[in-house]
């Protein structure tokens, strides 16, 4: 059974950082990408970034690119959110997905086959 297990969420002032983490296991991946996602409260949840674990290639969504890093550790199939100059607009629950398609797809909802249990961001003015 796939898991994907998320870390590092916390409360941090406007202008800070933050780092999230999200490991996944229960199979050997392949073909796969990794992104995050997140929703604000009264919000739909909306697409954040996503990694194409094999062939490298990351998307962003655009109000956050400039601010946020998408990375991979593949050995350990784990992808990290560098989250800077955070804004109180920034605040939700971050949740990690993985779908066996690109991150492209991901980007637009496509190809999305497990979810995490989501980590709460909250950005202080």
């Known amino acids: 059974q796939v898991q994907l297990a998320e870390s590092g969420g916390g409360s941090e002032q406007a202008g800070g950082s933050l780092t999230l983490s999200c490991a996944a296991s229960g199979r050997t991946f392949s073909s796969y990408s990794m992104g995050w996602f997140r929703q604000a409260p009264g919000k739909e949840r909306e697409f954040v970034a996503a990694?194409?674990?094999?062939?490298?290639?990351?998307y962003y969504a655009t109000s956050i690119e400039g601010r946020f890093t998408i990375s991979r550790d593949g050995a350990k199939n784990t992808v990290y959110l560098q989250m800077n100059s955070l804004k109180p607009e920034d605040t939700a629950v971050y949740y990690c997905?993985?779908?066996?398609?690109?991150?492209?797809?991901?980007?637009?909802?496509?190809?999305?086959?497990?979810w995490g249990q989501g980590t709460q961001v909250t950005v202080s003015s």
């Open positions: 990694f194409h674990m094999d062939v490298g290639k990351t």
């Open positions: 997905a993985l779908g066996f398609g690109t991150a492209k797809a991901m980007a637009i909802w496509a190809d999305i086959d497990y």
